[in-house]
């Protein structure tokens, strides 16, 4: 019988904290056996405000997927999503080893330590080096370096970092709720969205995953398989929502009921016969609550085209900058809760000039239909990418696991390098 090891996903996001225990079998069958959602107040904009909320919201979530598993968990892969997360590339340079110049895994690893000496500042902290193409004896273009023969391996590589701050703070939060964070077993939320999101043929040909949440922006370019490019910055839904409530001068929650009710990109993807700024009102009340206003729709999305256009135009520099590392990009795809506002992938298409698309987790097969949502892209990435760290090269033979030929290069990358 095929040997089975449990995995458990924690994504503490801005308006929830998600966690998903699945269990591995060796041939990469996976298998959710339970699931655990707690809203959380205690994260803006991705930021820690609160970490007695945040330790509440972890413990009600995975204490719900535990209590469906039916055992308890300890160690957990956990997302990274915050403006204290950064990205930039770095070039590594090793002289093999072997005298026969036989070039080796321990080679790669070397080459890759040795992209690791970028400078960054002392208060960050590395947590992915990912290889974006090798130089064998001046050959670019290498995609797997080992058993070639040269003398000198060069590697151009995507590095995240994160402030250690907020990594102690993470850490603290977890250790409370009494979890521990896997060896490796941080990851950026696009990365990992990336992973459960994305088709093998859009990471080939170069894509722009874009996750929209509560707090956060994320995006990462996967590219010729390889993640080239990533960024985060502090807009998302919440945003939009506060942007609805200020303007009409209602509470936050009516706003918020108002935006997943009746909100719309932008006035020009209401039908014709909505377009009447006085037509379609919707209900709410005022902020003092002793009066009810009417909204107008029209003005919503007014509101909401002004929010999402400084948040497109945010992704369009983040794309010019991976073009000038030379990745292509010809697709955008979207997931996240606010990913689901009706229009945004015209919208997007519109504005950035790209085909796009807004999706929903497709990897692994046999996915729960309560899983198959934008906002569980970033949980279900993550097991996904724990997945692909189990089953190394030694276990199963090459091309035989299921998770490895889901993932391609990146995964395998992310899981046989670190
Ligand atoms: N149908 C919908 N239309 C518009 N917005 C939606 C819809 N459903 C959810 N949202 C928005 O999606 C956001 C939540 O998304 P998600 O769960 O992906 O965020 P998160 O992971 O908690 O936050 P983050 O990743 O930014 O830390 C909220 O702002 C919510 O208003
Ligand atoms: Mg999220």
């Not at 273009?141 to 703070?169: C, F, K």
């Amino acid at each position: 019988m095929a040997r089975t090891e449990v995995l458990t996903s924690v994504d503490i996001g801005t308006s929830k904290v998600t966690c998903l225990i699945a269990e591995v079998d060796s041939d990469g069958n996976i298998d959710f056996v339970g699931h655990g959602l707690s809203p959380c107040s205690g994260l803006k904009r991705g930021a820690l405000i609160d970490p007695e909320a945040t330790v509440r919201a972890i413990e009600a979530a995975v204490n719900d997927a535990e209590r469906e598993a039916g055992f308890s968990v300890n160690n957990v892969l956990v997302s990274l999503t915050s403006e204290y997360v950064h990205s930039l590339s770095s070039h590594g340079v090793w002289a093999v080893a072997n005298p026969e110049g036989e070039i080796s895994i321990n080679d790669v690893r070397r080459v890759l330590d040795s992209a690791r000496l970028v400078g960054i500042p002392s208060d960050r902290e590395i947590i992915h080096v990912v290889p974006r193409g090798f130089t064998v004896d001046g050959h670019e273009g290498v995609r797997n370096p080992v058993g070639l023969s040269g003398l000198r391996l060069e590697v151009d590589t995507h590095i995240v970092a994160a402030s250690s701050a907020y990594l102690q703070n993470l850490g603290r939060c977890l250790g409370r709720a009494t979890l521990e964070v896997e060896e490796d077993g941080l990851i950026a939320s696009s990365m990992a969205s990336g992973l459960s999101v994305l088709t093998a043929e859009e990471r080939k040909l170069g894509t722009a995953m874009i996750d929209i949440g509560a707090g956060t922006v994320d995006l990462s370019v996967f590219c010729d398989e390889e993640i080239g490019h990533s960024a985060i910055c502090a807009m998302g839904g919440d945003l939009l929502t506060q942007d609805l409530a200020r303007f009409f001068r209602i509470p936050q929650d009516q706003a918020e009921r108002l935006k997943l009710e009746k909100g719309i990109v932008a006035p020009a993807y209401l039908d014709s016969d909505e377009k009447d700024r006085d037509l379609e009102t919707v209900p709410a009340t005022s902020l003092s609550g002793e009066e009810e206003v009417e909204v107008s729709r029209f003005e919503m999305a007014q509101v909401l085209e002004a929010r999402l256009l400084d948040i497109l135009e945010w992704v369009g520099k983040e794309l010019a900058k991976a073009e000038k590392q030379g990745l292509v990009v010809t697709s955008l795809v979207l997931t996240g809760g606010g990913a689901q506002l009706p229009g945004l992938a015209n919208l997007a298409c519109r504005e950035l000039d790209l085909p796009c698309r807004v999706a929903a987790p497709c990897y692994p097969e046999k996915l729960p239909d309560q899983l198959a949502s934008p906002i569980y892209s970033t949980a279900i990435g993550l097991i996904l990418h724990g997945a692909s760290r189990r089953l190394l090269p030694n276990d199963v033979p090459q091309g035989s696991s299921k998770v490895k030929v889901l993932l391609g290069r990146v995964g395998r990358w992310l899981a046989e390098v670190f």
